[in-house]
C-alpha cells in the first residue's frame, strides 16, 4: 500500500506563490511516477502536472504552462509542486498521486491518492 500526504497549501493573493509537498510512503519511490491534479467546487478533478519515475520527464497542462514546476526528491520520498503567479482560476483543492511505471496525465491512470490540500487565490 501507498500513502501519500500533501501539504502547503493556504490562502495567497493573485500574483503570489506557493510551494505544495507530498510525501510518500509505504513503497519504493522511485518505482513511481507521480503527478499533481486539482478540483474546484462543482468540477472535474482536472489534470495539472506530471513527473517521471526519475524526474527527467515533465509535463504540464496549458493553464499553467510556464507559471508552475514539478519536481521530486527521490531521497526524500518527496514530490513538490513549485506554484508562482497565481492566478484566482488556480483556486482548487490539489491532490498529489502515484502511478507506477510511465507518467499520465489521467486521473483513472493513478491508483493512489492523497487526501488533498487547498489553495485559495484571492484576487
Known amino acids: 500500500q501507498v500513502q501519500l500526504v500533501e501539504s502547503g497549501g493556504g490562502l495567497v493573493q493573485a500574483g503570489g506563490s506557493l510551494r505544495l509537498s507530498c510525501v510518500v510512503s509505504?513503497?519504493?519511490?522511485?518505482?513511481?511516477?507521480m503527478g499533481w491534479f486539482r478540483q474546484a467546487p462543482g468540477k472535474e478533478r482536472e489534470f495539472v502536472a506530471a513527473?517521471?519515475?526519475?524526474?527527467?520527464?515533465?509535463y504540464y497542462a496549458d493553464s499553467v504552462k510556464g507559471r508552475f514546476t514539478i519536481s521530486r526528491d527521490n531521497a526524500k520520498n518527496t514530490v513538490y509542486l513549485q506554484m508562482n503567479s497565481l492566478k484566482p482560476e488556480d483556486t482548487a483543492v490539489y491532490y498529489c498521486?502515484?502511478?507506477?511505471?510511465?507518467?499520465?496525465?489521467?486521473?483513472?491512470?493513478?491508483?493512489?491518492w492523497g487526501q488533498g490540500t487547498q489553495v485559495t487565490v484571492s484576487s
Open positions: 498521486a502515484a502511478k507506477y511505471g510511465s507518467s499520465g496525465s489521467r486521473v483513472g491512470e493513478y491508483r493512489y
Open positions: 509505504g513503497r519504493t519511490f522511485s518505482d513511481y511516477a
Open positions: 513527473i517521471s519515475w526519475g524526474g527527467t520527464r515533465t
